[in-house]
Nanobody, 120 residues
Framework: QVQLVESGGGLVQPGGSLRLSCAASGSIFRDNVMGWYRQAPGKQRILVAHITSGGTTTYADSVKGRFTISRNNAKNTVYLQMNSLKPEDTAVYYC??????????????WGQGTQVTVSV
């Protein structure tokens, strides 16, 4: 089992910045993808960004150029640097991890979520 602990959410004004962190503990697989999803009230949970254990990144179009995902494999931690925040970025942000086994099966884990609110 893998446990994900998130931190760094909060209230920020439009144009401001926040940095989210997510630390993984438990049974760690070398091949994995860690990322962030978000869910706004009344909407589906969507991918914000993810990064493979090899460092390949993917971003939602809505955050490209503003958000940066990174990871520290030694600490099993993933970060999301969010700049130029907009009110539409307001959501609960969830850390996600997918462990990829040798046989191709995937174990998926979620954090508890952290609230990000962008408002004046």
């Amino acid at each position: 089992q893998v446990q994900l602990v998130e931190s760094g959410g909060g209230l920020v004004q439009p144009g401001g910045s926040l940095r989210l962190s997510c630390a993984a503990s438990g049974s760690i697989f070398r091949d994995n993808v860690m990322g962030w999803y978000r869910q706004a009230p009344g909407k589906q949970r969507i991918l914000v960004a993810h990064i493979t254990s090899g460092g390949t990144t993917t971003y939602a179009d809505s955050v490209k150029g503003r958000f940066t995902i990174s990871r520290n494999n030694a600490k099993n931690t993933v970060y999301l640097q969010m700049n130029s925040l907009k009110p539409e970025d307001t959501a609960v942000y969830y850390c996600n991890r997918k462990d990829i086994r040798i046989d191709g099966t995937i174990n998926e884990y979620w954090g508890q979520g952290t609230q990000v609110t962008v408002s004046v």
